[in-house]
């Protein structure tokens, strides 16, 4: 069963980071007027969907191989990344399979609830399931050791979390802008590298048990 877990972590978490990894590219894209409405929204949700599930299974592998007296803090992490995945998924299946359709209908003004735009609902969402991604990291934090390989993923979660007040401001600054945007830059950073991390981790952790 270790073994499996180990498996599932480590292919996960690569799921995850490539995932990851594309969608920030798809977003630098974007920004840069490379690619439009709506391939761009469809890439940008896409993408993002296919981080969730990869992501909360490595979590969930975490827990599962963390010590007995670190079970506090690996289901803490646990539980934030559920969070994230309710708010974040809610976001991407409407934005993908209602907003987009209905937009490219031209009946976008039934829907405008639905939109993602800044301070829109969705893009509460969106925000608070990233807040959340980095409360997950945060708890996560002393389930490593402070020594080996694990410290550098022990510091990678660190600074991921230490990133979420900078989510924080793009999100809920008054006066959204897309040079805002750049501000949280140093998550297309850090996100992609704490999953990679974890994810080599496993790989390392069921190497030495065979």
Same mark, same amino acid.
């Given at each position: 069963?270790?073994? /499996?877990?180990? *498996?599932?972590?480590?292919?996960?978490? #690569? !799921?995850?980071?490539?995932?990851? =990894? $594309? %969608? @920030?590219?798809?977003q630098?894209?974007?920004?840069?007027?490379?690619l439009?409405?709506?391939?761009?929204?469809?890439?940008?949700?896409?993408?993002?969907?296919?981080?969730?599930?990869p992501?909360?299974?490595?979590?969930?592998?975490?827990?599962?191989?963390?010590? /007995?007296?670190? *079970?506090?803090?690996?289901?803490?992490? #646990? !539980?934030?990344?559920?969070?994230? =995945? $309710? %708010? @974040?998924?809610?976001?991407?299946?409407?934005?993908?399979?209602?907003?987009?359709?209905?937009?490219?209908?031209?009946?976008?003004?039934?829907?405008?609830?639905?939109?993602?735009?800044?301070?829109s609902?969705?893009?509460?969402?969106?925000?608070?399931?990233?807040?959340?991604?980095?409360?997950?990291?945060?708890?996560a934090?002393? !389930?490593?050791?402070?020594?080996?390989?694990?410290?550098?993923?022990?510091?990678s979660?660190?600074i991921?979390?230490?990133?979420?007040?900078?989510?924080?401001?793009?999100?809920?600054?008054?006066?959204?802008?897309?040079?805002?945007?750049?501000?949280?830059?140093?998550?297309?950073?850090?996100?992609?590298?704490?999953?990679?991390?974890?994810?080599?981790?496993?790989?390392?952790?069921?190497?030495?048990?065979?």
């Open positions: 069963m270790n073994k /499996t877990v180990h *498996k599932v972590g480590f292919w996960s978490g #690569l !799921i995850a980071f490539f995932s990851t =990894v $594309a %969608f @920030v590219i798809v630098m894209l974007q920004l840069f007027g490379v439009s409405y709506p391939l761009d929204e469809i890439l940008i949700y896409g993408f993002s969907l296919c981080i969730v599930i992501f909360l299974l490595e979590m969930l592998a975490l827990h599962y191989i963390a010590p /007995t007296e670190k *079970k506090f803090w690996s289901h803490a992490a #646990l !539980i934030f990344t559920v969070l994230y =995945v $309710a %708010f @974040v998924s809610a976001n991407y299946v409407v934005q993908l399979a209602t907003v987009i359709p209905m937009t490219l209908q031209g009946a976008s003004d039934e829907i405008l609830i639905l939109s993602q735009t800044p301070h609902l969705f893009w509460d969402f969106d925000a608070i399931g990233y807040i959340f991604m980095g409360f997950a990291t945060l708890f934090v002393p !389930i490593f050791e402070k020594q080996g390989f694990q410290r550098w993923v022990r510091y979660f660190l991921h979390s230490l990133v979420t007040p900078l989510i924080v401001f793009v999100y809920f600054y008054p006066y959204f802008s897309e040079t805002l945007l750049l501000i949280g830059m140093p998550w297309a950073i850090t996100a992609p590298l704490s999953m990679l991390l974890l994810a080599i981790m496993f790989k390392k952790d069921f190497e030495v048990s065979t």
